[in-house]
């Protein structure tokens, strides 16, 4: 300290910055800690006096000008552990052609059971994940649920015409899902990276059940 402070100055005032909107429940052990200091130390860069405050993500964007993406990184963390909580309770009432999709992939490789199983469960599981995404956004950024439209928007019209020109649309299913993914990252890579590969992969799921183009079983898989 002694390299960085003016001769003969303190410190007078700490500021701590914290991520956390609970933040007020850091104060008593903080101020606790800042009074056994005090007591204990020489003094020698710091007011005997100094005020010790916690600024928290809601202070901090009281006080400087922010915008609703701004605000939204601070909130980050708790957004995504919000979205995930709200997944795991959502049940899709309507799944559309979605299961009897999933049915002509069987019928297709009865050899791969387990994995069309497997792909067919964690599906359904990003489906509600894109959909616990979307409440979300509707609710706290409305800027950031008309971008998500629009993405819904443009997965539909790039898997669309990519299952159209197949004559064999199930083999694009990878394809498909590469698709939503980069779309979905484009916009949303920034903010919520961790969420997603989930949100690209439920978003191609619900566009299987909700898409009007058929997967008919190849006439040789009867035999």
């Known amino acids: 300290m002694a390299t960085i402070l003016p001769s003969g100055q303190k410190i007078e005032h700490i500021q701590l910055i914290s991520s956390w909107f609970e933040s ?3 104060l008593n052990p903080i101020l606790t800690a800042a009074n056994e200091y005090r007591i204990a130390s020489k003094c020698r860069y710091v007011e005997c006096n100094t005020t010790v405050i916690i600024v ?3 202070d901090l964007a009281n006080r400087y000008a922010v915008d609703e993406i701004t605000i939204l990184r601070a909130e980050q ?5 919000s979205v995930k909580d709200a997944a795991k309770v959502i049940e899709i009432r309507n799944l559309g052609d979605f299961d009897s ?3 002509v992939l069987l019928e297709i490789r009865p050899d791969q059971t387990v994995g069309i199983a497997a792909l067919t469960e964690e599906l359904r599981s990003n489906w509600c994940m894109a959909i616990a995404f979307d ?4 609710a706290i950024a409305p800027m950031l649920h008309e971008a998500l439209e ?5 997965i539909l019209t790039k898997v669309v015409g990519l299952m159209l020109s197949s004559n064999q649309p199930w083999t694009e299913l990878g394809h498909a899902q590469e698709i939503a993914e980069r779309i979905v990252r484009q916009s949303f890579g920034k903010l919520y990276a961790e969420l997603v590969p989930e949100v690209s992969s439920g978003e191609t799921a619900r566009l299987l059940g909700e898409c009007p183009i058929g997967w008919e079983t190849p006439k040789s898989s009867h035999g």
């Not at 409440?135 to 509707?138: A, E, H, S």
């Not at 629009?150 to 443009?154: A, G, K, V, Y």
């Open 24 to 26: 007020h429940r850091v």
């Open 56 to 58: 928290g993500p809601k």
């Open 77 to 81: 963390r708790v957004f995504i552990r």
């Open 101 to 103: 999709k999933m049915a």
């Open 135 to 138: 409440n979300k956004l509707d």
């Open 150 to 154: 629009q993405i819904r928007r443009d």
